[in-house]
């Protein structure tokens, strides 16, 4: 998920801030509901009184980036394939139900999704990785994942400290953990391994250099520092490190150079902006090297201002306590 979504995460924040027994009754509700309907998407919408932004379950052709990279998801959720003769690899599916889309797409190119060998995310929330249970049954295929997002995987969610305790989507188990550095390869693929903590504990991204006319193109599917409301980074964080993890991010993803880069939205990298429905191929339409360096920092800014916020609510909080008990 990403900031744009705050509205929905507020609501989130909103819901859960409830005492401890009725929490815990909306829990176990909400819990009960997945487990009868086996419809994760309705039970959580019920469970936070919400409902899922049209643009994430709309239909939206699929397109190729540059080479062999293809987005293959929806109008906003991001689905990237990568093929080669030897099979192909799957980064992210989007809702409940995307699978069928994905796979509409796959047959509008000539491929088969039973040709799916590896599946991937670049971060453990529901809106990327819902189906990657049912496409992991269909395919055979193996899903790779780091060792900080594998728990929220398997247990669909569950833990995830920030919009845990229901299962979000389907549990599915990790085959390998992939780290920093690690090179993915799947016949004339090779895909490189980046962490980048802090919108969950493990975040990826994944770089390759792909030849298409002659010319390389450094290509990277990033998933960029995004702080979700209700997140803390500095006072009583979401997470231990959470912090370090994003500045951990900030650094290595300042020191990378794409040429392409996409991301886990649509919106995030400008791709209605730089595509239209039916144009025509066109190996440089998301050749965008000045957007990347525009949009790490934005969120380095933005990452930035959150933590200063947080400390002046803490200074804040402080000097009303001291009022309070006569020590100012």
């Not at 990403?2 to 005492?19: D, G």
């Amino acid at each position: 998920m990403r900031q744009r979504e705050r509205q929905i995460i507020s609501h989130w924040q909103r819901t859960l801030a409830v005492p401890p027994i009725a929490a815990m009754s909306l829990v176990l509700c909400a819990t009960a509901a997945i487990g009868a309907e086996k419809n994760y998407t309705a039970a959580f919408e019920d469970a936070f009184n919400m409902t899922m932004p049209a643009a994430w379950s709309q239909k939206y052709p699929a397109t190729q980036i540059i080479g062999n990279l293809y987005d293959v998801g929806g109008y906003d959720l991001s689905s990237f394939l990568i093929t080669s003769d030897a099979g192909h690899i799957l980064i992210n599916t989007g809702l409940e139900g995307s699978a069928a889309m994905i796979e509409s797409n796959l047959k509008s190119l000539g491929l088969r999704m039973a040709d799916i060998k590896i599946l991937l995310t670049t971060q453990a929330h529901f809106d990327h990785t819902a189906d990657l249970a049912l496409i992991k049954e269909q395919t055979g295929a193996r899903l790779l994942a780091t060792e900080a997002d594998k728990l929220f995987l398997e247990d669909g969610g569950l833990s995830d400290p920030l919009i845990g305790g229901i299962e979000s989507f389907r549990p599915v188990t990790v085959d390998d953990v992939i780290r920093d550095g690690d090179v993915i390869e799947l016949g004339d693929i090779r895909l490189r391994v980046l962490e980048h903590p802090g919108h969950t504990e493990g975040s990826a991204s994944y770089a390759m250099t792909i030849t298409e006319s002659g010319n390389s193109y450094h290509v990277l599917v990033v998933n960029m520092a995004y702080i979700n409301e209700g997140v803390n980074v500095a006072i009583k964080p979401t997470y231990h490190g959470i912090g370090a993890d994003f500045e951990k991010t900030f650094e290595s993803q300042r020191e990378l150079s794409p040429d392409i880069w996409v991301s886990s939205h649509k919106s995030a990298y400008g791709f209605h902006e730089k595509h239209a429905p039916g144009q025509a191929y066109d190996p440089r339409a998301f050749y965008d090297p000045t957007g990347y360096i525009e949009a790490v920092r934005l969120h380095e800014v933005t990452f930035v201002n959150k933590v200063y916020d947080e400390l002046l609510g803490k200074i804040a909080d402080n000097s009303k306590a001291g009022e309070v008990n006569g020590t100012k």
